[in-house]
């Protein structure tokens, strides 16, 4: 879980975060049972540090990678040195993107909750329309249990509405897991996702 509290900005995260391996989640989409079809096209919404687009170049896929931080745009820029030619990064909010490119592959590790409710119908349509037939979408949705939940600026959902959300994906993985911890302890209900679009 995010061991920093949101409103405080991301510096921290992505310091603490800068050694770890890939997300387990992206790892297990990259093996041979899920591999996602289509193009060699990814996209990592909320790159953050970047770990998870260095991964997927280092696997030889083009990636967008997208963040509203400069600093992650920096980071993930400095990890992709000698591989930036399939590397394409923007700046920006998920609730101004315009459109997302046709990809086989979207990755939103930690991520999606941080857009603002009115904008997320709309991030989740982009989402849905982007992936090519085959392709994978990666990522996890905060429940309405999280203790952020009261944040009016971030997106949780209940099970049923997570539910609703995959109902138009083959679902691959649904997990639900709920605790304690993270720097800046707190309760966590995080829903783990890996849909694909049939
Ligand atoms: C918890 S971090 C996750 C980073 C990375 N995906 C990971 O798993 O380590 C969330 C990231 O989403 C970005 N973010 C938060 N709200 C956003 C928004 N509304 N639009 C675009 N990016 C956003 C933050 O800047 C941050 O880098």
């Known amino acids: 879980m995010p061991p920093t509290n949101p409103r405080k900005g991301w510096?921290?995260?992505?310091?603490?975060?800068?050694?770890?391996p890939a997300s387990p989640?992206?790892?297990?989409?990259?093996?041979?049972?899920?591999l996602p079809q289509g193009n060699r096209q990814a996209i990592d919404?909320?790159?953050?540090a970047g770990l998870e687009t260095a991964s997927l170049l280092n696997a030889r896929w083009n990636v967008l990678a997208i963040d509203r931080e400069p600093r992650a745009i920096e980071r993930?820029?400095?990890?992709?040195?000698?591989?930036?030619?399939?590397?394409?990064?923007?700046t920006s909010c998920f609730e101004e993107l315009e459109e997302l490119p046709s990809s086989a592959l979207i990755h939103a590790g930690l991520s999606l909750p941080f857009c603002a409710p009115a904008g997320?119908?709309?991030?989740?349509?982009?989402?849905?329309?982007?992936?090519?037939?085959?392709?994978?979408?990666?990522?996890?949705?905060?429940?309405?249990?999280?203790?952020?939940?009261?944040?009016?600026?971030m997106s949780f959902h209940t099970r049923e509405e997570v539910e609703a959300l995959c109902s138009e994906f083959v679902i691959e993985l649904l997990r639900e897991s709920e605790g304690d911890g993270g720097l800046v302890p707190h309760h966590w209900h995080r829903f783990d996702i890996i849909l694909r679009k049939s």
């Open 11 to 20: 510096e921290g995260y992505y310091r603490a975060n800068q050694d770890r």
């Open 25 to 34: 989640l992206l790892r297990r989409i990259l093996g041979p049972d899920l």
């Open 45 to 48: 919404l909320g790159c953050g």
């Open 76 to 90: 993930v820029e400095a990890l992709a040195a000698g591989q930036s030619g399939r590397l394409v990064t923007v």
């Open 120 to 153: 997320f119908p709309r991030l989740w349509a982009l989402i849905a329309a982007a992936l090519e037939p085959g392709g994978i979408f990666v990522g996890h949705l905060f429940g309405d249990r999280h203790d952020w939940a009261s944040y009016p600026e």
